[in-house]
């Protein structure tokens, strides 16, 4: 089984959460020519016709594009130990906490990657102060649903702890750090608390710890490059 991926993108992280827990053994690529050129992705075009990360690629061929239908696949085929509650409630609100990343957190952080990628004397501090605000505002949805037992849902580690905390990496640390806005987990006793307790999971810090090297490494080149066109 090969996993196409990138550590700096937070949604293959909920599906290596099930590789890691589930000890699943998968060869994990980086797509070639990724995060480069439109045209320079030709390759894995042909892997993935979405031209996204993550994507499974099985041992006889077949592609699996789009990380909750991966996580699903891989519960499926992999029933044990069971990363999903059984009690329809909670298992309803694992994929609410997962959808609530990728619709509105992840959405929300658009217009500050878009920043990030721009040299600072671009930069539009107002909008970055306005799109910081949405961000918690998305924010504030997790903090309704999230559990206060130490995980995501129902006590246990689950795919949605693998959603939430590269966003909170993002969110809590990256944002506030590189456009000086502040911590919305401030704000947000019910999340903040879960952002302290997830990282003494052993599999979440691992996650958590993979998503910041990658962003501070992501963070190293896109200076050099800056440096480069000065
Ligand atoms: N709905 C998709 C979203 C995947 C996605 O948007 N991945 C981004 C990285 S965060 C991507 O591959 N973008 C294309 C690119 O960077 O070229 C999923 O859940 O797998």
């Not at 979405?50 to 077949?62: H, M």
Request: net charge negative; hydrophobic share 45%; glycine share 6%.
């Amino acid at each position: 089984m090969k996993l196409f991926q990138t550590y700096d993108s937070p949604f293959p992280t909920r599906v290596r959460l099930l590789l890691y827990a589930k000890g699943i053994d998968a060869e994990i690529i980086r797509p070639p020519g990724f995060g480069a050129t439109a045209e320079s992705k030709a390759e894995y075009l042909n892997v993935n016709p979405i031209g996204r990360v993550p994507a499974l690629v099985l041992d006889d061929g077949r592609v699996l594009p789009e990380s909750e239908v991966i996580c699903e696949y891989l519960e499926d085929a992999y029933p044990t130990p069971s990363l999903r509650p059984t009690d329809p409630w909670e298992r309803a609100r694992m994929r609410l906490l997962s959808r609530i990343c990728d619709f509105y957190v992840v959405m929300a952080m658009v217009p500050l990657f878009n920043f990030a990628g721009r040299s600072r004397r671009h930069w539009e501090m107002q909008a970055i102060y306005d799109a910081s605000g949405k961000v918690a505002e998305a924010l504030a949805y997790l903090e309704t649903f999230i559990g206060s037992d130490g995980y995501a849902v129902g006590g246990a580690l689950t795919q949605a702890d693998g959603a939430i905390a590269p966003q909170l990496v993002l969110a809590s640390e990256w944002i506030p750090a590189l456009f000086g806005t502040p911590d919305p987990l401030a704000s947000l006793p019910k999340l903040a608390a879960y952002w302290v307790a997830i990282q003494k999971d052993p599999i979440a810090s691992r996650l958590i710890e993979e998503t910041r090297e990658a962003i501070a490494q992501q963070q190293a080149a896109a200076r050099e490059m800056a440096k480069q066109a000065v």
